[in-house]
């Protein structure tokens, strides 16, 4: 025992004097083309094993070995080099010439930019977490060339649509694949935290995606959560505090005494024009019946005159001395300035030469700008990958995730939707109720009582936009699960003799979305008072599963480098549906069960399974000449079994002219490549699961006897659109790095493009979907970055980049080369997003007239002969004429970054449109004709014509007019947006490591600055069809936060 203890006290002695020994330094690792910090490059102590990696601000902290002094610091692209260990260092690495770009995550692996024959795009997680979104879709605004991202809603936690290279669909889907973490996912992107995100990788051309097949027609979007690093635990803590305000400015409105104005000399009008009476008659009349279109006098502001005394018949003007006894905004009570989001992040990564985990966890809390609605998100991930022996390596990647989001029902022109109500209302018209003299009635708790018309208001009978917003409710609760796994035996190693490069892996990858919905609609005022209410209840349940096996080869032989790959994958996607609801709800109890009557109830379920073959090759000669080869085949279970599969492929090469002979004295440039691809991959993406198949509606046509009929016809022959897609770029880097540059041209032509084949009415039946369209989307895309200064202490970077991209329709159908649908036209010759509309030919300056042109015919490219001019509606409306499209001429961003003394840094990201049109049919609203006190005027309206000799593009206003939708309400969709601001601050390292800290960080960021647009009060960018909505506005939002490494 005595000898035990005198070995133990030996050993714990040693200890203490090796520790003791030992000297601890830290430094930074810099980029020396740009300056900034190197994340992730390895900093190892030479002759020992001991080392880590950099930290997200290029940081380390090692301990030094008695009579160890030389650090080796290496990182991928760059040339190592050996140092001499000091405290507070800063080592600046060299691009090394023959690695000039970093490593990307692709089709089932990674490849270096440099060497790869595709295109694609990758964002890391400095650039998406530079700004405070809690949906990633809306990170990649801006980020990449050839990709347009929608505003979307302002609903706290939705995200963006996200369209490649324009539309390649009329009917079949639009968005691009997402896969995470080498497995196509099906969850909600919402419950991914952005966080977690490592790097995006956008996949945009059908050599690129090829391996993806006939899901990738429209890209591939991969994103690539962290990982561990070897070395000690670094603990990262990200939090951030913000506040929201709506993004968008408010329309330009009329206001009170100009509406009650406009009305009566809109009625006045429509007694002279219409019905025929002389001036005096007709004002006189309109006097007498102001009252009878704006309601009841309980509804008239102006206590001191009744509706038909409150205007001045000499002048169509309010009174002078009329006073106002309200006048209520009704938007801005349902709005919360500075909406209150926050964010917390923790993340402990680590390893060893072995194994490497990360773990975080995740919460953000985000209020609406909008009452009563907000999301929240809890979020866990575990990533673990060990190389268990030389030959034998295996990773788990798992997720959890739980969403809740409080919203709004309504988007459209529902009295129910407050985005609608609120902002475009009568200004007459009070928010709360008042009495005989225009005072506030107020409840018994001293609070406003609420108006709901009920006293006389001739429009939104029954509606509050706030009540509406307070008493009726709405959430969703969502589950979210993910598990990544693999094995794979195989090494790279030498002595692995003939067998070296040669792995074999499986993976198994599953994501699991469970939602429960209720919306309930209050019993006392709104769409369901006579229903009693409405409670409903939706429960979804997706659930995915990819199993995977590859054999990969990659080995190389003197200047030959070979890499294959040999893959099968099964994928099976099924949904479940269940749905009820009931009417005559019990108020305050947001359960089925109490409520008396059912209202509906339905349930459905989806089973979807792909099986593909799928192979690759890539071949590299010198570092120099570079070929690919990629072949998919899918067997889906959407389509009959005699077409049920299809064969996908792709080829690139690349030559890399930079490091040929002939370019060795050519000293400024670094990097120079032509590459080009050409694929074909497919668009499985039907609305239905079941499109080729008879499908039968279920109802009651025999009384009270079940019946059946056939809704849709069969096509056996049916298959999935097919994208075939030719790339070619040039690709360089200049001047030590300092000017990188790209340009490329593209050219996507999707051919079997899902239409409804027409049929003889006789058949009973309009016609079937079948594979007959073709169209082609074709343009350029350029980016060039630059170091416009850098100096030991500022650094400063500016990169543009813009995409000028054309679409044209070029088959339908045989029986006809048009589809009509609106405003907007699908025509063989013009662009998918046409607008096709009654052409205004300006206002009759002696009558005030809205004037058209209109013709005797027009041939297929839009020639037309015996034009003329008219004031009839109806055959302007029969003489439509191309009138604009929405594709834009040019769009893109322009960002910069700005470093100094290597702590303060500023970065601002904006982005821009030029050319297209949008029909603002928020606008139109506001200009229209009068509708009997509905929707208020927008103020352009004041230039309107109002008497004999006016020179205007405004008609006269005319209660008895029709509506008279024009091209006047295009408008130019050209914008430029500052999407963010970010000003940081990073603690020195010799402050940070006294304080027992790898790094210290503090920001302030700004998203969604500005906007400036042609139309005040206009989101162009809120879809990419040319069209705008009353949806939840987007939101600005300045946020602090602070980001600490340990």
């Not at 996200?162 to 196509?184: C, E, K, M, Q, T």
């Not at 429009?459 to 009540?467: E, T, Y």
């Not at 350029?782 to 044209?808: D, E, I, Y």
Request: glycine share 10%; aromatic share 12%; proline share 3%.
């Amino acid at each position: 025992m005595k000898k035990r203890l005198t070995l133990f006290f030996v050993s714990l002695f040693l200890c203490v004097g090796a520790a003791l020994a030992q000297t601890k330094v830290s430094g930074t690792v810099f980029s020396q083309e740009d300056g900034q910090p190197i994340i992730g490059a390895a900093v190892k102590v030479v002759g020992t094993s001991t080392g880590m990696l950099t930290d997200v601000n290029g940081r380390f902290s090692v301990a030094l070995p008695a009579g160890k002094d030389q650090l080796e610091i290496t990182y991928l692209g760059y040339e190592g080099k050996t140092v001499k260990a000091k405290n507070g260092m800063r080592v600046f690495l060299k691009a090394d010439a023959k690695m000039v770009d970093e490593v990307i995550v692709v089709a089932y692996g990674t490849a270096k930019k440099s060497s790869f024959t595709g295109s694609a795009t990758a964002i890391n997680s400095e650039k998406i977490a530079s700004r405070p979104v809690t949906n990633v879709t809306k990170a990649l605004d801006g980020q990449v060339s050839g990709v347009t991202v929608t505003s979307g809603s302002g609903q706290p936690g939705s995200g963006s649509s996200i369209v490649i290279r324009g539309f390649g669909s009329i009917n079949a889907s639009n968005n691009p694949l997402y896969v995470v973490d080498g497995i196509p996912y099906d969850g909600a992107i919402s419950a991914i935290n952005p966080q977690d995100i490592e790097s995006m990788t956008v996949l945009k051309d059908a050599s690129a995606s090829a391996l993806y097949g006939s899901r990738a027609a429209n890209g591939v979007v991969i994103i690539t959560t962290k990982k561990g690093k070897e070395g000690k635990a670094q603990v990262t803590l990200h939090n951030t505090v913000g506040w929201s305000w709506r993004a968008l400015p408010k329309y330009d409105l009329v206001n009170q005494e100009e509406y009650a104005e406009l009305t009566f000399e809109s009625l006045r009008n429509s007694y002279m024009y219409t019905n025929g009476m002389s001036y005096d008659d007709a004002t006189a009349a309109a006097m007498a019946n102001m009252g009878s279109k704006l309601g009841s006098e309980l509804y008239n502001p102006y206590k001191n005159y009744t509706w038909d005394t409150l205007i001045d018949p000499t002048t169509g003007k309010v009174k002078a001395d009329a006073q106002s006894a309200w006048n209520e905004n009704w938007m801005d009570p349902l709005y919360v300035n500075g909406a209150f989001r926050h964010e917390h992040n923790l993340s402990v990564n680590g390893g060893t030469d072995r194994t490497n985990y990360m773990i975080s966890l995740g919460y953000v809390n985000e209020d609406g700008i909008l009452k009563t609605t907000g999301f929240q998100r809890y979020s866990a991930r575990a990533n673990v990958d060990s190389q268990v022996t030389d030959w034998f390596k295996a990773g788990l990647n798992t997720n959890l995730s739980y969403t809740k989001s409080t919203f709004n029902q309504y988007d459209d022109t529902s009295t129910s939707n407050p985005w609608y109500t609120a902002q475009f209302s009568n200004p007459l018209y009070p928010l709360y109720e008042k009495d005989a003299q225009g005072n506030t009635i107020l409840d018994s708790y001293g609070n406003p009582q609420l108006d709901y018309g009920e006293n006389g208001r001739p429009v939104a009978a029954d509606h509050n936009p706030l009540g509406g917003l307070v008493n009726d409710k709405s959430w969703t609760n969502r589950d979210n699960a993910g598990v990544r796994t693999y094995v794979t035996f195989g090494s790279d190693k030498e002595n692995f003799g003939w067998a070296q490069g040669l792995k074999f892996t499986v993976s198994f990858g599953a994501d699991y979305s469970g939602l429960t919905q209720t919306e309930m609609m209050n019993k006392f005022h709104g769409n369901q008072k006579n229903a009693g209410g409405l409670i409903q209840k939706y429960s979804t349940r997706d659930l995915s599963y990819t199993f995977n096996q590859q054999l990969t080869y990659n080995r190389k032989f003197g200047d030959h480098t070979i890499g294959a790959l040999l893959g099968h994958e099964f994928y099976q996607y099924t949904y479940n549906y269940l749905y009820a609801g009931k009417t005559n709800i019990v108020d305050g109890i947001n359960e089925l069960r109490p409520a008396s009557t059912i209202y509906d109830a339905d349930s459905y379920s989806i089973e979807h399974d792909i099986e593909a073959y799928f192979g690759s090759l890539n071949y590299n000669f010198a570092e120099k000449y570079y070929f690919s080869a990629h072949l998919r085949r899918d067997g889906s279970s959407r389509f009959h079994k005699d077409h049920r599969w299809g064969t996908f492929w792709g080829v690139g090469a690349n030559w890399r002219i930079s490091a040929e002979n002939f370019m060795k004295n050519v000293s400024w440039v670094d990097n120079l490549s032509l590459r080009a691809s050409y694929g074909e991959n497919g668009n499985e993406g039907l609305d239905s699961y079941y499109a080729w198949q008879n499908l039968y509606s279920l109802a009651y046509p025999n009384g009270n006897k079940i019946g059946g009929f056939v809704s849709t016809l069969e096509n056996k022959d049916l298959s999935w659109e097919k994208n075939g897609m030719f790339d070619v770029a040039l690709e360089g880097a200049l001047l030590g790095n300092r000017i990188r540059f790209s340009v490329e041209y593209f050219n996507k032509k999707t051919t079997d493009m899902l239409l409804n084949y027409p049929m003889a009415l006789s058949t009973g039946f309009t016609g079937y979907d079948a594979n007959v369209g073709n169209m082609r989307n074709w343009g350029w895309e350029f980016m060039v970055s630059g170091t416009l200064l850098k100096t030991k202490n500022v650094v400063w970077n500016l990169t543009w980049m813009g995409t000028a991209q054309r679409n044209k329709v070029l088959k339908l159908t045989e029986q006809s080369n048009e589809i009509i649908n609106g405003v907007k036209i699908i025509k063989e010759g013009y662009d998918i997003n046409t607008f096709y509309m009654a052409k205004s030919a300006g206002v009759d300056p002696m009558t005030g007239s809205q004037l058209y042109y209109a013709y005797e015919s027009m041939d297929d490219d839009g020639n037309v002969t015996g034009e003329y001019i008219t004031t009839d509606y109806a055959k302007a409306a029969t003489s439509k004429y191309f009138v604009g499209k929405r594709t834009p001429d040019l769009y893109g961003s322009i960002s910069t970054d700005l470093t100094l003394f290597n702590c303060v840094d500023l970065s601002i990201l904006t982005t821009y449109s030029l050319g297209g049109k949008i029909y603002d049919s928020l606008y139109y609203g506001t200009m229209k004709p009068m509708y009997y006190a509905s929707d208020t005027w927008n103020k352009n309206v004041l230039r309107r014509w109002q008497k004999p000799g006016d020179i205007t593009d405004i008609p006269r206003v005319d209660v008895g007019g029709s509506s008279t939708l024009t091209s006047n309400y295009l408008v130019n969709a050209s914008y430029f947006a500052i999407k963010n601001i970010t000003l940081g601050y990073t603690l020195p390292s010799s402050i940070a490591t006294k304080a027992y800290l790898s790094s210290l960080r503090v920001y302030a960021s700004f998203d969604n600055v500005a906007l400036f647009t042609h139309l005040k009060g206009m989101d162009p960018q809120y879809n990419l069809t040319g069209g705008t909505n009353y949806a939840y506005s987007p939101n600005k939002t300045f946020s602090i936060g602070l980001d600490i490494n340990f």
